[in-house]
């Protein structure tokens, strides 16, 4: 089982550049979400969507932008990278009910320099 | 407005003894709470959640969590560490009520140790 797959897991960006991080799920989840993983900060929730065509802001949007075109794919787009954007993202599912557990993907580790 | 507080960024344990991770919460309406796991270089993993009923709630791995709605606080525990339970933890909330129940609030986490 696939479960929720993230790409690429590793990723060193220069300044300035954009790169679109990919996350697809196979498990029928309406809501996806963004993360990111900082030390000793937990988890910020960047973006989430409740499904096809929706998408809302999380805590920490500035400088990153999603789509979401179908149910199984939920892209992360960082468009002008910046080194306060170094960290680990993490891409999670969870079915419409609010009582359900979420799925994570292996996370991508992103440096900016 | 909603939260999640670990107050111990670390705990450490040794083997065999049994070991708490502590979590408090605040939200409006019942809460919906959870617990998962993060080991290194790895996603998190589910472990166990209360949505309702009993108060005592089991999960993967024999970890099980505690709910005490007079303390706003649902701790997880685990009778016989291993080494291998050695992570990072994190507890998670969601309100019910319509406004705060599409989003999980999340803990900073708690880094367990367990000596051999």
């Known amino acids: 089982n696939a479960g929720v797959t993230q790409t690429p897991k590793f990723r060193i960006l220069k300044i300035g550049q954009s790169m679109t991080l990919q996350c697809t799920q196979d498990?029928?989840?309406?809501?996806m979400y963004w993360y990111r993983q900082d030390p000793g900060m937990g988890l910020k929730l960047i973006y989430y969507s409740v499904g096809a065509g929706i998408t809302d802001k999380g805590e920490v949007p500035n400088g990153y932008n999603v789509s979401r075109s179908t149910t199984e794919d939920f892209p992360l787009r960082l468009e002008l990278a910046a080194p306060s954007q170094t960290s680990v993202y993490f891409c999670?599912?969870?079915?419409?009910?609010?009582?359900?557990?979420?799925?994570f993907g292996q996370g991508t580790r992103l440096t900016v320099v | 407005a909603q939260s999640v507080a670990q107050p111990e960024d670390q705990v450490n344990v040794a083997e065999g003894n049994p070991l708490t991770v502590k979590c408090t919460y605040s939200v409006s309406g019942n809460p919906y709470l959870f617990w998962y796991v993060q080991y290194p270089n790895r996603g998190l993993q589910f472990l166990l959640k209360y949505i309702t009923g009993d108060n005592l709630v089991k999960g993967s791995y024999g970890f099980e969590a505690e709910f005490n709605k007079s303390q706003t606080s649902f701790h997880l525990k685990k009778p016989s560490a291993l080494v291998s339970d050695s992570a990072l933890y994190f507890c998670a909330v969601r309100g019910t009520n319509a406004g705060n129940n599409r989003k999980l609030i999340w803990g900073l986490g708690t880094s367990l140790a367990v000596n051999p």
């Open positions: 999670a599912s969870s079915l419409v009910q609010t009582n359900t557990e979420a799925f």
């Open positions: 498990m029928n989840h309406n809501y």
